[in-house]
Structures are given as C-alpha cells and as structure tokens.
C-alpha cells in the first residue's frame, strides 16, 4: 500500500525565514510519482511540482526547491526567504506509474507566514 | 479561461436529505476525481472516472454516487446514507488515459455543512 507522511502539521515562520516542509512516503512500487499542491485559503490545490522516481535531482524554481531522496523515501520542499503570501495548507502526495493511478495524499502542512 | 467549476460554494443539507455537488470544467480532460477533505486527515477519494460513462469508488465511496454522461461534467450526489457528510468537498480532473500521472487541476471546492 501506499503512504505519505507529513508529520509537521503547522509551522509558523516570520517572513524572509528559509522553510522546509517534510515529507515521507512508503510504496512498493520502483516506478512512481511524487507531487507538492498549494492549498491557500481560496481552497483549491495549485499543482507546485511532478518529479519521476528515476529523477533525483534537485529542482529549482525561484524561492522553491525540492529535495528528492530515494535512500530515505523523501521529498522534502524549501522555501528560501518566505513572504506572507506563501502561507497556505501544502500537501505532498504520490502516485504509482502503471495502469491509472489515484493521487495518495499526506495529511498536509499549514505554514503561517507573519510579517 | 480553461479550468474546473465547482457549485455551490457553500452548501446546507438538512439530515435525511440528499444534495449533488457540480463540477463542470472545460479543460478536454478524460479523467475527473472527487474528494474529501476534513480537518486533520488529508484529502481521500470518493470517486473517480477514467472516461465518460464510466466511473469506479475510490477509498470513501459509502453514501455517495455520480455519475458520468458528459465529458465535462461529474456531478456528486451524497446521499442521505452518508453518515457524516460535513466536509470541504473537490473535484479534480486530469488528462488521463495515455498520459498517466499528469498533474490533477482542481476546482475551488464546496463547503457541505449538515444542519
């Protein structure tokens, strides 16, 4: 079975503070997906990032990155100088890669930036 | 603009009654999700379907139906045997079929309160 762990269930950080927001995951499957959304208060998710299990570079996008490592099962998301509007509930999550496959989500991680 | 709408944004139900959520989106997508969201516990699948006049139960499936006679629609009915129906409700859709495991767009949700 599958599973995402987000064991951080809120941080809170004052703006311009570096932020990572952890998560784990458990399949059985060797090929697979991972993905980070965006939940802000508005409620829908905004789709941040889809990295393969074959790919395990860094990836770099502005303020964002992301740190895959397939040693500790870890997708690990950084928010380098975090700005208010960053805040929102963010949610990790996984897919298999064979046949159609359903989005297995974490619990989420709610960041609070404060000016 | 290409997107996923979902109404009403709020939504009351009265105990024993039964309500359908809509979810329209234009995006040409094959594949449309919905999910659950409660506090605490992540977002679970209720239903999914890979092409129009099909459709499979996710993990939560008990006390909801749909069903899927356009492409671009994917109406939930919670039904009045869904016992604890409050919840932040999305619908989400996806490519699909042939291009697996391609981010999912989602819709900015409905709020179903039981009164």
């Known amino acids: 079975a599958q599973k995402v762990t987000q064991a951080q269930t809120e941080i809170s950080v004052v703006e311009k503070e570096d932020v990572t927001l952890d998560c784990v995951y458990e399949t059985r499957d060797t090929t697979y997906y991972l993905f980070w959304y965006k939940q802000p208060p508005s409620g829908e998710l905004v789709f941040l990032i889809r990295?393969?299990?074959?790919?395990?570079q860094n990836e770099i996008s502005g303020r964002y990155s992301w740190n895959f490592q397939k040693s500790t099962s870890s997708f690990n998301f950084t928010i380098t100088a975090s700005q208010v509007v960053d805040s929102a509930v963010y949610f990790c999550?996984?897919?298999?890669?064979?046949?159609?496959?359903?989005?297995?989500f974490g619990t989420g991680t709610r960041l609070l930036v404060s000016p | 603009d290409g997107g996923i709408t979902q109404s009403p944004k709020y939504l009351f139900r009265k105990e024993g009654q039964n309500v359908t959520l809509s979810c329209e989106q234009n995006?040409?997508?094959?594949?449309m999700y919905w999910y659950r969201q409660d506090p605490g516990q992540g977002l679970r699948l209720i239903y999914y379907?890979?092409?129009?006049?099909?459709?499979q139960k996710g993990d939560i499936a008990e006390g909801y139906s749909v069903s899927r006679e356009k492409k671009e629609s994917f109406p939930l009915t919670v039904t009045s045997a869904q016992k604890n129906p409050t919840a932040f409700y999305l619908c989400?859709?996806?490519?699909?079929?042939?291009?697996?495991?391609?981010?999912?767009?989602f819709g900015q949700g409905t709020r179903l309160t039981v009164v």
């Open positions: 989400a859709s996806s490519i699909g079929l042939g291009q697996l495991n391609t981010e999912a767009f």
């Open positions: 379907s890979q092409i129009v006049n099909d459709f």
């Open positions: 999550a996984l897919s298999g890669a064979t046949g159609f496959q359903k989005l297995v």
């Open positions: 995006l040409n997508h094959d594949a």
């Open positions: 990295r393969n299990s074959f790919d395990e």
